[in-house]
């Protein structure tokens, strides 16, 4: 099936320093996606990404957070700077319409000490 | 917004038998209803979902009920297997700018 691919699958950061998350979505894929899961517990939504423009986001996605797609290339999730509780594995998502079928990417783990 | 309940968090089935997971969510206007299968280390995959003009979807040995009344959706896992092992996530959705709101999963361990 379609696969999103995310790099890189484990980054490990001192608090405080910048990372950005890279995403490569399905193709033709138009919406993009950010959720974060903290170990154990349930996906969380944080943004949706749609033409250009964050389209709504989560009380999780905090000042420190932004996301672009410069030309089409990856998506990225920036946090800067990062906090000890940023650490969760972050799953990027795509769709290709407004119908809601998401394809998730393996993850990243990120782990901010 | 959303909130989407989620139950068991731990179902433990024999191989063979079926499996049932529940959810119940609060915004009446949420017409999309995927169930997703989460393996340790691993993407989470779509493996099935529902819209809100059904009631009722089969796909290989996979079975979502949707009662929009009671507001209420369910996976039904019949003939279990081993590879069936796994956590399951639900989520619901209104429209494709609020993203999905997860269930907060059930894990699913099928014993010989």
């Known amino acids: 099936g379609p696969k999103v691919l995310q790099i890189p699958s484990h980054q490990i950061i001192d608090m405080g320093q910048m990372v950005t998350l890279n995403c490569d979505p399905v193709s033709n894929h138009l919406y993009f996606y950010w959720y974060k899961q903290i170990l154990g517990q349930q996906m969380e939504f944080l943004v949706n990404?749609?033409?250009?423009?964050?389209?709504?986001k989560s009380k999780l996605f905090k000042d420190q957070f932004s996301v672009e797609r410069p030309d089409g290339s990856y998506f990225t999730l920036k946090i800067q700077p990062t906090a000890l509780e940023d650490s969760a594995v972050y799953f990027c998502?795509?769709?290709?319409?407004?119908?809601?079928?998401?394809?998730f990417g393996a993850g990243t783990r990120l782990s901010v000490l | 917004g959303e909130q989407v309940e989620q139950l068991p968090s731990i179902l433990r089935v024999q191989e063979g038998s079926s499996a049932s997971i529940n959810c119940t969510y609060e915004n009446s206007a949420s017409n999309y209803f995927p169930w997703y299968k989460q393996e340790p280390g691993e993407n989470p995959k779509l493996i099935i979902d529902i819209r809100s003009n059904m009631e009722r979807k089969q796909t290989q040995g996979l079975i979502v009920l949707l009662d929009k009344k009671a507001k209420r959706f369910s996976l039904h896992i019949t003939d279990t297997q081993p590879g069936d092992s796994a956590m399951y996530f639900c989520?619901?959705?209104?429209?494709?700018?609020?993203?999905?709101?997860f269930g907060l999963g059930t894990r699913v361990s099928v014993f010989p």
């Open positions: 989520a619901a959705s209104g429209n494709y700018a609020q993203g999905l709101t």
């Open positions: 998502a795509s769709s290709s319409d407004r119908e809601n079928t998401l394809y």
């Open positions: 990404f749609y033409n250009g423009k964050v389209m709504e």
